[in-house]
């Protein structure tokens, strides 16, 4: 049935991982300007980006996301000094992880969003919700119940490279 | 079960323009645990808080949903209001359903459909909301206050005054830092000596200020409230308690040619000396490097001259630690060195125009001691090579300041008024001299100090060239200064007698190192940190320590006056409660679960991990376990995402929370 449907009919379901006190700041501002943008993300507020732990993003991807959105402040912002950082660091291996299982990068964004950035916002929100409408449903993960830990250190060329995209 | 309550307001029409408020009211009432689920138009006015109030109290409600406006926004009122019915006030969450939908969103099925779902998502996150109790920490009423500049001792005197006793640590043998070295100050031109003596005197005789001078810090442990300093008393050599302050010693003192660091090496001291006349304390020290009984072993005449036998050769550095509440950083700035790259500094040497090579070429500060009443030439200014008087004079400005490719993009802020001061004070002292100014542009906002500048030209008869030197060279007993006017277009020639570069600000030598032993951020010169450039210029991120005067940034004297009260004043703030309130959005950890890794110890920015040990009966150690200071934790999370156990959890943010949101979509 979802198959036979035109891939502009589907209304992707894009999940946010965002810090309270930029990217979210940076959303609301967005609101305030009252900028418009499709209707298809869900925001999860965290102190920090060094709060999102990757399982969440397995889970969102679990439970049925087909995009999902990390968003904090610019490296060398953060509130908590360098929340973001660590962040990075987590994010740029993790990406090589869920590469090595086979799940398409596309459906991942990671970006750094101010407060002051609310077209930034609406800028990535909608890319990524364009980007994973063409891309269709993401069905490969669903049944996937991956709670392994993530933990180690930036130090093959591989993971570098991949820290150094982000 | 839960008892939810969930209230969605319209916020006039705000939201529900575009967000069908009570299909949602309705809808979310059918979900498992909310038991009273209501639309009103303006949740947070009165009767929007008294209707939210009544509501927990009759429905005997356990957790409650707020939909509307942003947490940003109004998170605290409601949280508030829960609390004032009885409810712990984290145990109401609000959902964000005009900034990221009613606003944002035109179709108004599309927005209701997804106000529902974030709604939904709050609901089930709050049911795993746990009580947090409000987090208090003593706060021990004493201050220290690092540097005893004028930014210092005015921040010294502000909190001594209120009561709370005050520790002030100064580097060198005397208070007073570079406001005590200067002459006249704009944009008054009144003496310094005259205004800042008195101030140092109130410090010496405040019954709630203790002194350390000669001393440094060593080491900063602790946290707000309670901090833990370790401070370096450095031998002096002379016992403060027995010297009377006579002299005696100084007269006596065989070594009397060492350059004072405080004349900028014009005047000479000798080896046991008060920097100057009017030093606070006025105990003298002996610098060991040129004393001849602590080089050769013989001599010791001080000790032989001195009255009450203060003089005390054995005397040894001294370690000694204090209990304090909060802590002032005014550890102000030096002159950038033009001479050559100092050590350990991230600036480029500027290595041009002269400056330590031609001995007529000199700096700012030495003009100030050239020019001061009590300096070394008793207020007449004459060049160091031979004490003649200089007929022509030549200023430049921006020496190294505004000079990205010499390291430094800054403005160094006071240099345009000293400038003009220093014309003006030539003028005054050499009736039939010449002073010539190079200038890139002149920066002169403040109360009355454009029309301070103006005389400089108008009255004081200096005139300014706009334009940067090229070259300059000593030729005879002269310094050729070339240059070009780029207002009229020429190229212009000086035969000066003295030149006088106003060269940089910049932080203090060892601001780093302070700054890493007190953990506060600095910028890539060293200038410390505040918390918010606009709204929290005098805190540092770190809590409990505070920021005052040049340190932080190129000020002048009224700035940095004004800063080191408003420093002052925060202290006060957090002296005026006997505990420390934060919010209890905080990691604690699961001593059970824990391995011991440290991961999370390393990765915290806060260094709010600590080492605990966990020991039986007997006091074996079973294991070292992680241990989070609720006082010192920013409550980032950062070490709940590293933990490899999941042994470390965020308050307000537990995975559990989290999970919930997700399942709930
Ligand atoms: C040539 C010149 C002329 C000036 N003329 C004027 C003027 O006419 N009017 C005016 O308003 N402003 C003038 N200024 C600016 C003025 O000097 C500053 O605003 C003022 O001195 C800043 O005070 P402060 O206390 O922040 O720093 P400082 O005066 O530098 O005091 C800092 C103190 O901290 C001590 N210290 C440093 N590091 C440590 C440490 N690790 N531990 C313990 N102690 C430490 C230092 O020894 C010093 O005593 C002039 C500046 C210059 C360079
Ligand atoms: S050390 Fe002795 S001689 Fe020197 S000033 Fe003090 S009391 Fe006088
Ligand atoms: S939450 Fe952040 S600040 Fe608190 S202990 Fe963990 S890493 Fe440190």
Same mark, same amino acid.
């Given at each position: 049935m979802h198959a036979e449907k035109p891939k502009h009919d589907f209304e992707p379901k894009i999940i946010a991982f965002v810090c309270t006190w930029c990217t979210y700041a940076g959303a609301d501002l967005a609101g305030t300007s009252r900028m418009q943008y499709p209707s298809n993300v869900r925001v999860l507020k965290f102190p920090c980006t060094g709060r999102i732990d990757p399982v969440f993003i397995l889970k969102a991807f679990q439970q049925g996301a087909d995009g999902v959105l990390v968003s904090g402040c610019h490296p060398g912002d953060c509130h908590y000094i360098a929340g973001n950082f660590h962040a990075r660091r987590r994010f740029a291996a993790f990406r090589k992880l869920l590469e090595f299982i086979g799940v398409d990068l596309n459906r991942l964004q990671f970006s750094w969003v101010s407060a002051a950035e609310g077209g930034k916002w609406v800028e990535v929100v909608t890319d990524l919700t364009e980007k994973v409408r063409a891309m269709g449903p993401m069905t490969e993960f669903k049944e996937l119940a991956l709670e392994e830990q993530w933990s180690g250190k930036i130090d093959t060329p591989e993971l570098k490279e991949a820290y150094n995209q982000i | 079960m839960s008892r939810i309550g969930v209230f969605i307001c319209h916020c006039g029409e705000n939201i529900s323009r575009t967000v069908d408020v009570e299909r949602v009211a309705a809808q979310?009432?059918?979900?498992?645990?909310?038991?009273?689920?209501?639309?009103?138009?303006? %949740? @947070?006015?009165? *009767?929007?808080?008294?209707?939210?109030?009544?509501?927990?109290?009759?429905?005997?409600?356990?957790?409650? /949903?707020?939909?509307?406006?942003? *947490?940003? %926004?109004?998170?605290?009122?409601?949280?508030?209001?829960?609390?004032?019915?009885?409810?712990n006030p984290f145990l109401c969450e609000m959902a964000n359903i005009r900034e990221h939908c009613s606003w944002v969103h035109e179709n108004k099925e599309e927005a209701t459909v997804k106000a529902i779902e974030i709604v939904g998502m709050m609901v089930e996150r709050v049911k795993k909301n746990r009580v947090l109790p409000s987090i208090t920490v003593p706060i021990t009423k004493r201050s220290l206050v690092i540097g005893g500049g004028i930014a210092g001792i005015q921040a010294a005197l502000d909190i001594a005054d209120c009561g709370h006793e005050v520790i002030l640590v100064e580097r060198e043998p005397s208070i007073g830092g570079h406001m005590a070295q200067l002459s006249e100050t704009f944009?008054?031109?009144? @003496?310094?000596? @005259?205004? %800042?003596? =008195?101030?140092?005197v109130d410090v010496a005789n405040h019954p709630k200020i203790k002194l350390y001078t000669y001393s440094e810090i060593e080491l900063v442990e602790g946290y707000i409230g309670n901090f833990q300093v370790t401070i370096k008393k450095r031998a002096r050599s002379v016992d403060e308690d027995k010297c009377t302050g006579c002299g005696v010693c100084m007269t006596k003192c065989p070594q009397k040619k060492i350059p004072n660091k405080f004349d900028m090496n014009i005047g000479m001291r000798t080896a046991i000396y008060v920097p100057f006349p009017q030093a606070v304390p006025n105990t003298p020290v002996i610098d060991r490097d040129n004393c001849t009984k602590f080089k050769t072993g013989k001599c010791g005449v001080c000790q032989k001259v001195c009255g009450p036998g203060a003089v005390d050769f054995e005397q040894e550095d001294q370690l000694i630690v204090?209990?304090?509440?909060?802590?002032? /950083?005014?550890?102000?700035?030096?002159?950038?060195?033009?001479?050559?790259?100092?050590?350990?500094?991230?600036?480029?040497?500027?290595?041009?125009?002269?400056?330590?090579?031609? =001995?007529?070429?000199?700096?700012? %500060?030495?003009?100030?001691?050239l020019a001061s009443a009590s300096g070394p030439t008793g207020g007449k200014i004459l060049r160091p090579s031979d004490g003649k008087e200089p007929k022509q004079i030549v200023f430049i400005q921006c020496i190294g300041s505004r000079a990205r490719e010499k390291g430094i993009s800054y403005c160094s802020k006071v240099c345009c008024m000293y400038t003009a001061k220093h014309t003006m004070l030539y003028h005054h002292k050499v009736h039939d001299g010449q002073a010539y100014v190079f200038f890139m542009d002149a920066r002169t906002p403040g109360k009355s100090y454009d029309e301070f500048w103006r005389r400089s030209i108008e009255e004081e008869e200096a005139v300014y060239i706009r334009g940067m030197v090229s070259r300059l060279y000593q030729k005879g007993d002269k310094i050729v200064v070339m240059g070009s006017d780029i207002a009229v277009g020429v190229q212009v020639e000086i035969e000066a007698d003295m030149v006088v570069l106003a060269t940089a600000i910049q932080p203090q030598k060892g601001a780093d190192s302070l700054a890493q032993k007190l953990g506060i951020s600095y910028d890539k010169y060293h200038f410390y940190s505040e918390a918010h450039a606009k709204l929290r210029p005098v805190? @540092?991120?770190?809590?409990?320590?505070?920021?005052?005067g040049a340190c932080q940034g190129p000020k002048d004297i009224p700035e940095t006056v004004s800063q080191a009260s408003a420093a002052a004043a925060k202290v006060m703030t957090l002296f005026s409660k006997d505990q420390l309130e934060r919010e209890p959005i905080v990691a604690r950890v699961r001593e059970a679960g824990c391995v011991g890794c440290f991961a999370c110890k390393k990765v915290c920015a806060y260094g709010a991990v600590e080492e605990k040990e966990i020991r039986d009966r007997q006091g074996n150690l079973i294991k070292v376990v992680a241990y989070v200071n609720p006082g010192v934790c920013g409550g980032c999370g950062t070490c709940q995402a590293t933990c490899p156990s999941k042994s470390v959890e965020l308050d307000g943010y537990t995975d559990e929370q989290i999970v919930a949101m997700i399942e709930a979509l």
């Open positions: - | 979310i009432g059918k979900l498992p645990g909310v038991a009273f689920s209501t639309d009103y138009k303006y %949740m @947070c006015s009165d *009767p929007g808080q008294n209707l939210l109030k009544k509501a927990i109290q009759e429905q005997k409600l356990s957790h409650v /949903v707020v939909a509307a406006c942003s *947490p940003r %926004m109004h998170e605290k009122t409601f949280r508030k209001a829960v609390e004032a019915a009885g409810l944009p008054t031109l009144d @003496c310094s000596q @005259c205004i %800042m003596t =008195p101030k140092m204090e209990a304090v509440g909060a802590i002032v /950083v005014a550890t102000g700035f030096d002159l950038y060195s033009i001479a050559e790259k100092p050590k350990g500094s991230p600036i480029k040497g500027y290595g041009e125009f002269g400056h330590g090579k031609i =001995p007529d070429v000199i700096d700012g %500060m030495t003009f100030e001691r805190e @540092c991120a770190t809590a409990g320590i505070y920021l005052a």
